[in-house]
């Protein structure tokens, strides 16, 4: 790696490390690129030489977030035991937990990704391969050990699924923890999964 | 009849008569809220200020502020008066229905068609959900209460007619359906999707949902 490189990757990590920062205490819209850039002690220049906008500085750091979150899951997946609707819930919770460690920032993305604009880089809230990959594993077991119908519409099920995840954050505003929004996903999830059930 | 004249009517009513004073107060409400709609509009949410609203309705920033308290209250009422406007529909669609799911199809289907001209309002409402303190969200589940109300209802006739199971859980049911109705608009808004297209999405997760719930 060139000299250039290395200085360009090094203020890339500045500038992603102090927004995550900011984001998650002073509010998402609270922050300007000019704040981000003073406490990354870079020039708001070379701010925008490196990202075209806050949001896609934002897709940057959930996407970091979620390789982390991929790595910790990877661990847990294969070992998860139990029915299919405890294996959901236990997902779900581990994702829960991980992202409520910062839910300012989360909810600055969820925020972002409703506002109808794109970002280079964005991936928006339940488009995401890291959370629908797994959900698509796990789905594919229950279908095979016969606990839920074959023709149970995979991807149709992945949809109500993510959304009822992300939908539950919406409680965090009126002071939801995460012990309340994984037992309110679980039994979401309980009837949802009835309804597929093999009778 | 809209939430605006309802209000404004509950303040009046040791009178029975509006007087000309409340009169011109409802007229500036009005005014403001129509502004407000034009710029959530074309601006979204954070990008519209107060300022640029009064601006728009042709009063001072002291004005609105005599008819709301925040931006936000200013943003929930022109939602609440969207929903509403199509509540009669809602209704006859909920009364007119031989099951649930054609109940909740009727009522969401209204809301879709409606609001898919609207998108990006539609865009701003979701996108200001997450952030909201808890006074102002508590403020903005009650704005939508007379919807989220009719919701249940529909659900709460398909356990009294025993076409859903009796031990039901109405409010967890209620949840589940809003929210994946409400998911239904991101594919409006990204992949341009039209009211039918929603719909018919919702009918077979609806389809899936009520399924776990059949008496």
């Known amino acids: 790696m060139g000299v250039r490189e290395q200085q360009k990757q090094a203020t890339r990590a500045k500038v992603l490390d102090a927004a995550r920062d900011l984001f998650d205490s002073a509010g998402y819209e609270e922050t300007t690129i000019r704040a981000i850039a003073e406490r990354a002690g870079v020039s708001v220049g070379s701010v925008f030489t490196t990202f075209a906008s806050k949001a896609e500085i934002l897709g940057q750091i959930m996407n970091e977030r979620i390789e982390q979150l991929t790595v910790e899951l990877e661990k847990v997946v294969p070992h998860l035991r139990g029915s299919f609707v405890d294996r959901l819930s236990a997902f779900m919770a581990i994702r829960y937990d991980f992202q409520m460690r910062r839910p300012k920032l989360y909810l600055a993305y969820l925020s972002v990704s409703f506002h109808g604009q794109r970002a280079r880089g964005f991936v928006r809230m339940g488009t995401s391969p890291a959370l629908r990959a797994p959900l698509r594993e796990i789905i594919a077991g229950a279908i095979e050990r016969g606990e839920i119908r074959a023709d149970a519409e995979v991807e149709l099920l992945i949809d109500a699924i993510v959304s009822l995840y992300g939908f539950n954050y919406l409680r965090v505003a009126e002071g939801a923890e995460v012990a309340e929004l994984t037992s309110l996903m679980d039994r979401e999830l309980k009837l949802l999964v009835e309804g597929l059930a093999r009778r | 009849m809209t939430f605006v004249n309802q209000k404004t009517l509950t303040v009046l009513e040791p009178r029975q008569r509006p007087t000309r004073r409340a009169l011109a107060k409802q007229q500036t ?8 709609r034009e710029l959530f509009m074309t601006r979204g949410y954070e990008g519209a200020t107060i300022r640029d609203i009064a601006s728009a309705a042709g009063m001072s920033t002291g004005a609105v502020f005599a008819s709301f308290a925040d931006k936000a209250e200013l943003f929930d009422e022109i939602i609440a008066s969207d929903y509403e406007a199509l509540r009669d529909e809602m209704e006859a669609a909920v009364e007119d229905a031989k099951d649930v799911q054609s109940a909740l199809l009727g009522l969401f289907g209204a809301a879709y068609r409606s609001h898919v001209h609207r998108l990006p309002l ?22 939508l209460k007379p919807i989220v109300d009719l919701i249940r209802n529909a659900l709460q006739d398909g356990v009294d007619r025993g076409e859903l199971a009796s031990h039901t859980d109405v409010r967890l049911l209620r949840g589940i359906v809003w929210e994946v109705y409400l998911s239904g608009y991101r594919a409006a808004v990204y992949e341009g999707w039209t009211a039918d297209d929603m719909l018919a999405r919702l009918a077979e997760q609806l389809k899936i949902i009520l399924a776990g719930v059949r008496a």
Do not use: H, N, Q
């Open chain 2, 29 to 36: 409400r009005e005014k403001i809220l129509a502004a407000g």
């Open chain 2, 122 to 143: 539609v865009c701003a409402a979701m996108s200001v959900g997450w952030t909201r303190d808890p006074k102002t969200a508590g403020r903005s589940r009650e704005a």
